[in-house]
């Protein structure tokens, strides 16, 4: 092993003297088997005596270094060793084309040489790596030349390129069916857990498998988008590199990316270039993980997905209100944050709503419409603003170019046009604004004849089931021009809606009582926000009663069918009750 150290304290010392080489040479698979078989003899007590919470660091280091071979050769996949350091980047990669010619049977082509090495890149400064893919007689080459500095400051790394297995095989092939660890079928995903439902057995994406082939026993336990998703969520990313990578990478990659969990490990942390090379890695190979067939699956991804998110955004939100528990509430948070913060909340509301309240999205959905007469209005508002602001920014350019010439500084004949410009982009958007208000008032006069008489607008809305309520129809006829007022208006006709369709099906069911408590929340919620919770409260109580009790009954407060005598009185009644 070369030199020889008298205790573990002179060896660490020797291992922080070799951090840059330990840190930047990739181990080969037999150094890592070695390295733990040595740091398993390692005394454990012995580095938490002297390092404490580094102990385990510090562990690996030394059994890093003293894994790592000096012959400063490397083997490729075929067992053929080739040298690793180089003093000059032409000599690396000289050698290279050399070794691949002898021990590969590639020979790369010249023209590939001259187009991406020779007039390519210039050679990698240090910290900088090259990398080269070239094409030639027996195969293709891949070459990456990276600078670590000192004497021979150019490490080499190469291998064969291989042909991907899903390239060379049909589909109709790829799936294999395997019982009691032998493969007894192959075919198709859909045939062969077709078969598997007859005969019993698991299916796997095996596309170098044949019928007859054992199976081994750690395929029982292969690596599955759940996995994938539990060590995400854990922040394993490293480690799902290195699984992705047993299950469909190389063996150069099995190397790199082992040799990237090692430089994470020692160091407790991940440098740039590692990450960019793990996480390219992760996304070549995890869309095929996604194929793969998991038997156990109960068909309902997206909702256990969502099940995953929804608990990671509830410990989120737990964590940042911890958190705002501890501040001052004059505390200043930065715009971005709060802007952030209010787009969050109104996206946990509609998704909420979308799955209690089936009505909301519906109506979500209409208002969405791009053209129709709510996104028309809004249009007018923006032409409006946009007007205002290329009038300002004509201003604003005017200002400079006059302060340019005052100053008889140069550079004002580009800009002067642009004055011009910006007030003609201001005057159209103008007229563009008031030519689709014209039109709309034109719609308006129209929709207003047709509305129903027991139906109101307010703002840009209009109610469709109003006629349920006729105190509703006093009370937010009266506060329109209040701010929120619209946005009640709608909440309220998503009620009565609900309200009417239990009705017509002769009471309200469970589903029913619990969306309606839901949405009466919400609608004392804004009715409080605008100012007139109480008067809101006095029918939509009611409201909520006869959806929860059937006491009033539902359908009380209709104002579009002819009463009899005695549910005109006891109209009368509960009204007077609510002053």
């Not at 003297?17 to 330990?22: A, D, P, S």
């Not at 930047?24 to 181990?27: A, F, G, P, W, Y």
């Not at 081994?216 to 290195?242: G, M, P, R, V, Y």
């Not at 990671?312 to 410990?315: D, G, L």
């Given at each position: 092993?070369?030199?020889?150290?008298?205790?573990?304290?002179?060896?660490?010392?020797q291992?922080k003297?070799?951090?840059?080489?330990?840190i930047?040479?990739?181990?080969t698979?037999?150094?890592?088997?070695?390295?733990?078989?040595i740091?398993?003899k390692?005394?454990?007590?012995?580095?938490k005596?002297?390092?404490?919470k580094?102990?385990?660091a510090?562990?690996m280091a030394?059994?890093?270094?003293?894994?790592k071979?000096?012959n400063?050769?490397?083997?490729?996949?075929?067992?053929?060793?080739?040298?690793?350091?180089?003093?000059?980047?032409?000599?690396?990669?000289q050698?290279?084309?050399?070794?691949?010619?002898k021990?590969?049977?590639?020979?790369?082509?010249?023209?590939?040489?001259?187009?991406?090495?020779?007039?390519?890149?210039?050679k990698?400064?240090?910290?900088?790596?090259?990398?080269?893919?070239?094409?030639?007689?027996?195969g293709?080459?891949?070459i990456?030349?990276?600078?670590k500095?000192g004497?021979?400051?150019?490490?080499?790394?190469?291998?064969?390129e291989?042909?991907?297995?899903?390239?060379?095989?049909?589909?109709?092939?790829?799936?294999?069916?395997?019982k009691?660890?032998?493969?007894?079928?192959?075919?198709?995903k859909?045939?062969?857990?077709?078969?598997m439902?007859?005969?019993?057995g698991?299916?796997?994406n095996?596309?170098?498998?044949?019928?007859?082939?054992t199976?081994?026993?750690?395929?029982?336990?292969?690596?599955?988008?759940?996995?994938?998703?539990?060590?995400?969520?854990?922040?394993?990313?490293?480690?799902?590199?290195?699984?992705?990578?047993?299950?469909?990478?190389?063996?150069?990659?099995?190397i790199?990316?082992n040799a990237i969990a090692a430089?994470?490990?020692?160091?407790?942390s991940?440098?740039?270039?590692?990450?960019q090379?793990?996480d390219?890695?992760?996304?070549?190979?995890?869309?095929?993980?996604?194929?793969?067939?998991?038997?156990?699956?109960?068909?309902?991804?997206?909702?256990?997905?969502?099940i995953?998110?929804?608990k990671?955004?509830?410990?989120d939100?737990?964590?940042?209100?911890?958190?705002?528990?501890?501040?001052?509430?004059?505390?200043?948070?930065?715009?971005?944050w709060?802007?952030?913060?209010?787009?969050?909340?109104?996206?946990?509301n509609?998704?909420?709503?979308?799955?209690?309240?089936?009505?909301?999205?519906?109506?979500?959905?209409?208002?969405?419409k791009?053209?129709?007469?709510n996104?028309?209005?809004?249009l007018v508002?923006?032409?409006?603003?946009?007007?205002?602001?290329?009038?300002?920014?004509?201003?604003?350019v005017?200002?400079?170019?006059d302060?340019?010439?005052s100053?008889?500084?140069?550079?004002t004949?580009a800009?002067a046009?642009?004055v011009?410009?910006?007030?003609?982009a201001?005057?159209?958007?103008?007229?563009?604004?008031?030519?689709?208000?014209?039109?709309?008032?034109?719609?308006?006069?129209?929709?207003?004849?047709?509305?129903?008489e027991?139906?109101?607008?307010?703002?840009?809305?209009?109610?469709?089931?109003?006629?349920?309520c006729g105190s509703?129809?006093?009370?937010m006829?009266?506060?329109?021009d209040?701010?929120?007022?619209?946005e009640?208006?709608?909440?309220?006709?998503?009620?009565?809606?609900?309200?009417?369709?239990a009705?017509?099906?002769?009471g309200?069911?469970?589903?029913?009582?619990?969306?309606?408590?839901?949405?009466?929340d919400k609608?004392?919620?804004?009715?409080?926000?605008?100012?007139?919770?109480?008067?809101?409260?006095k029918?939509?109580?009611m409201?909520?009663?006869?959806?929860?009790?059937?006491d009033?009954?539902?359908?009380?407060?209709?104002?579009?069918?002819k009463?009899?005598?005695?549910?005109?009185?006891?109209?009368?009644?509960?009204q007077r009750?609510m002053?």
């Open positions: 092993m070369g030199q020889k150290y008298t205790n573990i304290s002179d060896l660490y010392k291992v003297l070799n951090e840059r080489e330990i930047e040479r990739k181990l698979p037999q150094e890592l088997e070695d390295r733990e078989r740091a398993k390692l005394p454990m007590a012995d580095f005596k002297r390092y404490g580094d102990a385990m510090v562990k030394v059994a890093t270094n003293m894994a071979a000096k400063e050769t490397i083997e490729d996949e075929l067992g053929e060793k080739y040298n690793l350091y180089h003093s000059t980047f032409s000599g690396a990669m050698h290279a084309y050399d070794y691949a010619k021990k590969m049977g590639i020979t790369v082509d010249p023209k590939e040489i001259d187009s991406k090495v020779a007039t390519g890149p210039k990698p400064t240090e910290g900088k790596t090259n990398k080269y893919r070239l094409k030639g007689k027996g293709n080459l891949q990456q030349v990276y600078n500095g004497s021979k400051p150019f490490e080499l790394n190469m291998y064969k291989e042909t991907e297995l899903d390239e060379m095989i049909p589909k109709s092939t790829m799936y294999a069916l395997v009691d660890g032998k493969v007894i079928a192959k075919g198709s859909r045939d062969m857990v077709s078969k439902k007859k005969e019993g698991k299916v796997f095996a596309p170098s498998k044949k019928v007859g082939d199976m081994k026993e750690s395929l029982d336990e292969k690596f599955t988008k759940k996995d994938f998703a539990k060590n995400e969520d854990e922040n394993q990313h490293t480690k799902n590199a290195i699984e992705l990578v047993k299950m469909f990478g190389t063996s150069a990659e099995d790199k990316v430089r994470h490990n020692m160091k407790g991940i440098s740039r270039k590692d990450q090379d793990r390219a890695i992760i996304k070549k190979y995890y869309p095929k993980l996604k194929e793969e067939v998991e038997i156990n699956e109960d068909g309902h991804q997206d909702v256990a997905s969502a995953r998110q929804c990671t955004i509830t410990e939100a737990m964590q940042i209100l911890q958190k705002l528990q501890t501040m001052s509430p004059e505390d200043a948070l930065p715009t971005w709060t802007n952030k913060l209010a787009v969050a909340s109104n996206s946990m509609k998704m909420r709503d979308y799955l209690l309240v089936p009505s909301v999205s519906e109506e979500v959905e209409l208002d969405e791009a053209g129709d007469e996104d028309m209005k809004k508002g923006e032409l409006q603003n946009a007007s205002k602001m290329h009038l300002a920014q004509s201003k604003r005017k200002a400079h170019v302060m340019m010439k100053g008889n500084l140069k550079g004949l800009l046009p642009i011009g410009e910006l007030e003609n201001s005057k159209a958007h103008l007229r563009q604004s008031k030519t689709i208000a014209k039109h709309m008032e034109g719609m308006s006069e129209s929709v207003i004849n047709e509305q129903p027991h139906e109101i607008t307010v703002g840009n809305y209009t109610t469709k089931h109003f006629y349920m509703a129809q006093t009370t006829k009266k506060h329109a209040k701010e929120g007022a619209e009640l208006t709608r909440m309220q006709d998503m009620f009565y809606k609900m309200e009417k369709d009705m017509d099906a002769g309200a069911n469970e589903e029913q009582k619990k969306k309606s408590q839901i949405l009466y609608i004392m919620t804004k009715a409080k926000e605008v100012g007139i919770a109480d008067e809101v409260d029918y939509m109580k409201h909520l009663d006869s959806m929860l009790k059937g009033p009954k539902l359908g009380f407060g209709r104002t579009d069918v009463e009899s005598y005695q549910e005109m009185i006891a109209r009368i009644m509960s009750s002053r």
